[in-house]
Structure formats: C-alpha cells, structure tokens
C-alpha cells in the first residue's frame, strides 16, 4: 500500500474552474503537508497542518484552501485556477510536527489551459 | 535567511563513474540537513539525512553524504554511478521557529543528474 497517496495524479483544466486535490496517508502521522512543485522544479512548502490544525501558512493566495477532515486527510482546493496555478502539488506527511523526516506523495500534476 | 544553494543545475556522468553533488545552506541554528531523489514523473524519496553525531553519514542506493558545518555543505556522493541513478536530486535543510528543531524543509533547486551508458 502506498503511504502517501493522492489523487488525481494528473489533472488538465480550463482557467476558472474550481478543483480539489486529494491526500491520504496510512502512517499514522500527527503532521501532513502541500507543496508546490514549479515547471523549473523549485520546491517550496505551502502548508502544514498538525492533528487536523493548521500550522503553516506560506503566504499562498486565498483562492487555495487546505481542509483536513482528520489526521490522516488533506485536502487542497484551488478555486477560480490560474494558468500560473499550473505545477507539481505534493502532500507529504511526517509522524509529528517537529523533528521528524517527511515522505512525500507521488504528485499530482495540474494543467491549466 | 535560510536558503539552500546548489551550484549545479545538471550533471552528465559515465556510467561507472563517480559523482559528487553540490549542496550549501545558510541557517543560523543547528541544521538538519536531507538529501532527496525524484525520478522522473515521481514523487521525492529520502536518501539520506544528517541531524547530528558523524557528519559522514550513509543512505539508500548506495549513497552517502558529508556535513562539514565550516563550509556549510553537505555534499552527496556515490562511488559508482548506475544508469538508473539518473534523476533530480534536492538538497533541503529543516527550519522552523524552534532552534533546536525545525517543522518545514527548505528545498535547494535541485541538481538534474544524466547517466551515459
């Protein structure tokens, strides 16, 4: 089984539209993450959340909104999508919020057009 | 501010041959240093990852990396490429508001590694 997972992996939409990202993880982890991968492969942390709260905030457009139903879920929905809003979205989650490595999902691939 | 550099943006290697990656950081506190792998079209795997104690620590796939706090780097390294080594490789340092912890990694630009057979 796949510990982190999410869906969908790939995703091509128009701009406007609203769309949700999914994020599961079977570890048993406190801590979960989105971060965004850009076309020149930065990496960059958008936000954490810690036992469903949220803990980290990298000053992402509020168009993005993380939701976590429970500690095992972390959702990013991205409303009215921009062409600049196209990129890698990674979840990764650790076993708690400090001091602990961080597995990462597989990605999911958002087009916009 | 905390950053991760790594000078390279693309390595071509022999297959056979061996390699050695780039990476520095600036950060104030004590850091926890990651390196981590993306294959293509995957997500990024854990190679390896220094938080004290020997600063030549060994990781997955045959790779090993060294902390030396006076140069702030943490190089990676591998003896003896293999094709399947080719990939993006990222250098991250843990930060956060706690000095001696950290709750988010810092991602450098990543290094783009090609294998000729």
Known sequence: ?113 | AQSVTQPDIHITVSEGASLELRCNYSYGATPYLFWYVQSPGQGLQLLLKYFSGDTLVQGIKGFEAEFKRSQSSFNLRKPSVHWSDAAEYFCAVGVGAVKTSYDKVIFGPGTSLSVIP
């Open chain 1, 1 to 113: 089984d796949t510990a982190v997972s999410q869906t969908p992996k790939y995703l091509v939409t128009q701009m406007g539209n609203d769309k949700s990202i999914k994020c599961e993880q079977n570890l048993g982890h406190d801590t979960m993450y989105w971060y965004k991968q850009d076309s020149k492969k930065f990496l960059k942390i958008m936000f954490s959340y810690n036992n469903k709260e949220l803990i980290i905030n990298e000053t992402v457009p509020n168009r993005f909104s993380p939701k976590s139903p429970d500690k095992a879920h972390l959702n990013l929905h991205i409303n009215s999508l921009e062409l600049g809003d196209s990129a890698v979205y990674f979840c990764a989650s650790s076993r708690e919020r400090y001091g602990n490595t961080i597995y990462f999902g597989e990605g999911s691939w958002l087009t916009v057009v």
